[in-house]
């Protein structure tokens, strides 16, 4: 147990080291100036980059006070002299001041912080690192997290025939289908893509899922890619994608895996169960305990190293997980998501939020109803108010100008052609 706890603590510290030295001195200066008004210094995630942040900026400055996360199974964890928090505790004072250390999540777990009436300032650790962001401008306060730079009318057009093609295939095939998370959202609030959205999501009960896993290669035009878990390819997600081949909407950490990198529309499986019941919160813990084994199995860290010992350490359980079975793995994260025996009122999408177990009453998805999106009428839940306020809460508001914005670094956008490394690997995709 000490030896893989060494190991895991080396492997963050070595994957990050770079990334957190390359602007050490900057950030122990801009925490210190926010620490003086007796503030609280706080990290928000501790996945690999926090222990990373804690072993290389933090380590001789002891500039964090508190730790947070919003996964059930870290929070009570302890590390070093921390103990990690959930993340509801920050209601209890105005004096923290928190840093999202994986500015992937940064709106999300800003939304959560709105939940909660957290008033006390949020800062994106990578924003500023990438973005060279000064103590001046945080303490001047004339720093504004930069947006990524998005043609969203071209995007928009492109999730669009995506989401056309899948709707052709799903009626072909009698395939129910609708609209779900931000998508539906866009379709009630917008009567279409929310304009700074930069991604399309659809739900399917497990039964259709699985139907459209059978057909989608054989009715899809060829213009289209389907992607899904599988043993030659590098894609980890249990959600499947439906994507335009000659196209490209890379982010950082996906760029150098064997997968379609074009522009997609996320399809995800609905099972049923029920988030009051404590059966399922117990199935979700050990999902997310197989997921993290199918990402680790899939996902090697791309690492810019000379040293082939730290090369070997940051990939170590990639290494170790190639020793399980792909087969193996995927059934039994079929077998927890699957369950015969489930509430058949309750229907739920195991990863619509992290860290949290949420489900709707059947009847409240089905019969599923048509609704405008763009130049079409496209299905969202039947009673979409009640959807939409359980995910959203009030979600006829529009959230803070700052927060609209894509959540993802995207390093290679193209609307008409494939990402270089892809078309080198791309018929063994097909």
């Known amino acids: 147990m000490k030896v893989r706890q060494l190991l895991e603590n080396k492997a963050s510290q070595y994957l990050y080291e770079d990334y957190y030295n390359s602007y050490k001195n900057e950030l122990v200066n801009i925490m210190k100036n926010l620490k003086r008004n007796n503030k609280k210094i706080v990290l928000w995630g501790f996945g690999k980059k926090g222990k990373a942040f804690l072993d290389t900026v933090n380590k001789d400055v002891n500039l964090v006070d508190v730790i947070v996360d919003i996964n059930p199974k870290l929070t009570g964890k302890k590390y070093k002299k921390f103990e990690i928090k959930e993340y509801s505790m ?19 777990n800003v939304m959560h912080l709105k939940k909660i009436d957290f008033k006390g300032e949020v800062y994106d650790l990578d924003d500023i690192i990438r973005n060279r962001v000064c103590a001046e401008e945080i303490i001047n306060n004339i720093y504004f997290r930069k947006a990524t730079d998005i043609d969203y009318d071209k995007l928009h057009s492109s999730l669009l025939i ?7 295939v799903c009626k072909k095939n009698n395939i129910k289908y609708f609209l779900e998370g931000g ?11 929310i304009p700074w959205d930069d991604d399309a999501d659809i739900g399917m009960l ?48 996906q760029l150098h895996l064997n997968m379609f990198h074009g522009i997609h529309v996320d399809i995800f499986a609905y099972d049923y169960f ?21 990402h680790l199995k899939k996902r090697k860290s791309f690492v810019n190293k000379k040293n082939v010992l730290k090369r070997v350490i940051i990939n170590y359980k990639y290494y170790f997980m190639k020793l399980v079975p792909f087969k193996v793995l995927i059934n039994k994260i079929n077998k927890i998501q ?70 993802n670094r995207i390093v290679d956008i193209s609307f008409d052609r494939r990402l270089s490394n892809e078309i080198e690997k791309g018929e063994k995709l097909l």
């Open 206 to 253: 497990r039964d259709d899922f699985e139907k459209f896993r059978q057909i989608a290669k054989r009715d899809l035009d060829e213009r289209f890619f389907f992607q899904t878990a599988r043993r030659k390819s590098d894609y980890y997600n249990l959600f499947d994608q439906v994507g335009i081949i000659n196209s490209s909407y890379t982010t950082e950490d």
């Open 338 to 407: 699957i369950s015969k025996d489930g509430n058949k009122n309750e229907i739920g999408c195991w990863f619509m939020e992290r860290g949290v177990v949420k489900s709707f009453n059947y009847n409240d998805i089905f019969p599923i109803i048509n609704k405008k999106f763009e130049d079409v009428e496209l299905p969202v839940p039947n009673n979409y108010h009640k959807y939409l306020t359980k995910v959203y809460g009030d979600y006829m508001e529009l959230p803070p100008e700052e927060l609209r914005t894509v959540r």
């Open 274 to 294: 029920s988030e009051d019941d404590q059966e399922s919160k117990s199935r979700y813990l050990k999902l997310i305990k197989y997921v993290q084994k199918l």
């Open 162 to 168: 995506i989401l056309k093609e899948i709707d052709r």
């Open 183 to 193: 998508t539906a959202l866009g379709a009630i609030r917008h009567g279409g893509f």
């Open 90 to 108: 920050l209601s209890k004072g105005n004096d923290y001041i928190v840093f999202i250390v994986n500015g992937i999540f940064f709106s999300d």
